[in-house]
């Protein structure tokens, strides 16, 4: 028996706030304009707001919110983010690639000059490639899209993204992009999703967010483990009262279009300022052919799934393929799918099989089906009242 110090309770400092695997706040990187004439190249990591609200020379991004939509996002975010409750789940640092200020081209000359936003597409193609280096990030944010953009420039770049995404996700690390559009209306968010358009946007890994108090979202978003509905918990820093101006109608038309947005919800006499439902812009498909990962409960719940079984399945990688290593193989799996089955997270009839296949003598393959739990959205309550009874009984 070892017991060598007497009865205390003891504390110790912790580096910074730590991230559990999936359980603990997702890790974004923000990749976007800042208006910078000479941004720093790379990637860069910030633990708070006060470390980015610099001059660009003292390793900042800005310092003027009003004209800075990079800096902005990030200040709404870290808002957010900030612990209320000791129990409060926050992100210890977020990573940012500053794309400096929005191209713009000139038409005509001297009083008739008209300059306009000119959206280049590589910079942020190589910033999307440059994001898949860091290997923590499971959120990306891209900031300073404006509704005055084409819409057929955007689309491009957004399924670039996507591609990028999947691409990553391959290699045992999924991510999904969030995304919004400056000046936009709701009729403005509802166009991009809208498959009657020449070009719209409807994928599971992609959601768009209205632009009032985006970097909240996003926080909002992040701070929400991934077997939770992200529209469970209150916003920490926003005024309750503030988002009642849709009628039912409108919300239920935004939703429907695969919009994320903040509402205020009614309960008896409390309001509950939340957003309203994690939808990736494929929610906005005919909803009889919508796919099963349109909400984001289902796609972030999936995710995590993916990461932990392919770290297991890694270990195979280059071992032997005997007959006793394949049923360690499968068991691991078989550990995953019942840990995630019995915490609540996953639904019976979740099922990974390890298979040799019968083509090639050096692939496995792993097939089955994920079945993620799903969230209440609808409670029906109605009561019936009768005459009172004549008599107490006792």
């Known amino acids: 028996m070892s017991i060598e110090e007497t009865p205390k309770v003891r504390y110790y400092e912790a580096d910074s706030n730590p991230t559990l695997n999936g359980e603990g706040a997702q890790i974004p990187i923000f990749i976007g304009y800042s208006g910078n004439a000479s941004p720093k190249p790379g990637i860069q990591k910030f633990k708070n707001f006060k470390a980015l609200n610099k001059d660009v020379a003292y390793d900042g991004i800005g310092t003027t919110p ?53 959206i280049q597409t590589d910079p942020w193609l190589q910033a999307m490639d440059l994001a898949k280096s860091k290997r923590d990030v499971q959120v990306e944010v891209y900031v300073g899209l404006s509704k005055d ?40 968010l509802k166009l991009y999703t809208d498959d009657t358009q020449e070009n719209d946007i409807q994928k599971s890994r992609v959601g768009i967010i209205e632009p009032s108090e985006f970097g909240k979202t996003v926080a909002n978003i992040c701070c929400t483990p ?9 916003f920490r820093s926003i005024q309750s009262g503030t988002y009642n101006k849709r009628t039912p109608e409108e919300m239920d038309e935004l939703q429907s279009a695969g919009i994320i947005f903040i509402a205020d919800e009614l309960a008896g006499s409390e309001i509950h300022t939340r957003i309203n439902l994690g939808v990736s812009t494929a929610f906005a498909t005919n909803s009889d052919s919508r796919p099963e990962d349109a909400l984001l409960h289902a796609r972030r719940n999936v995710d995590q799934l993916i990461r932990e079984v392919y770290a297991v399945l890694y270990k195979q990688l280059k071992r032997n393929e005997t007959e006793i290593n394949l049923s360690y193989l499968q068991t691991d799996v078989d550990v995953v799918v019942e840990n995630k089955i019995s915490a609540g997270y996953m639904m019976p009839g979740t099922e ?5 296949s019968g083509t090639n003598p050096y692939d496995l393959k792993v097939e089955g089906v994920a079945v993620p739990v799903n969230a209440t959205l609808i409670i029906g309550f109605s009561l019936f009242i009768e005459s009172p009874n004549t008599t107490i009984g006792r």
Request: charged share 25%; with cysteine.
């Open 66 to 118: 009003e004209t800075n939509p990079l800096l902005k996002t990030l200040k709404e975010f870290f808002q957010e983010a900030r612990k209320v409750t000791s129990d409060d789940i926050t992100v210890p640092y977020v990573y940012v690639i500053d794309l400096g200020a929005v191209p713009t081209t000139t038409a005509g000359e001297g009083d008739n000059a008209v300059t306009s936003r000119s």
């Open 352 to 356: 990974l099989k390890v298979t040799e």
């Open 226 to 234: 991934y077997y939770e509905e992200v529209g469970y918990s209150d």
């Open 149 to 188: 953009d084409p819409i057929a420039t955007v689309v491009g770049l957004i399924d670039s993204a996507c591609s990028c995404i999947v691409e990553d996700s391959q290699i045992g690390n999924p991510r999904i992009a969030y995304i919004t559009f400056e000046g936009a209306t709701d009729e403005n």
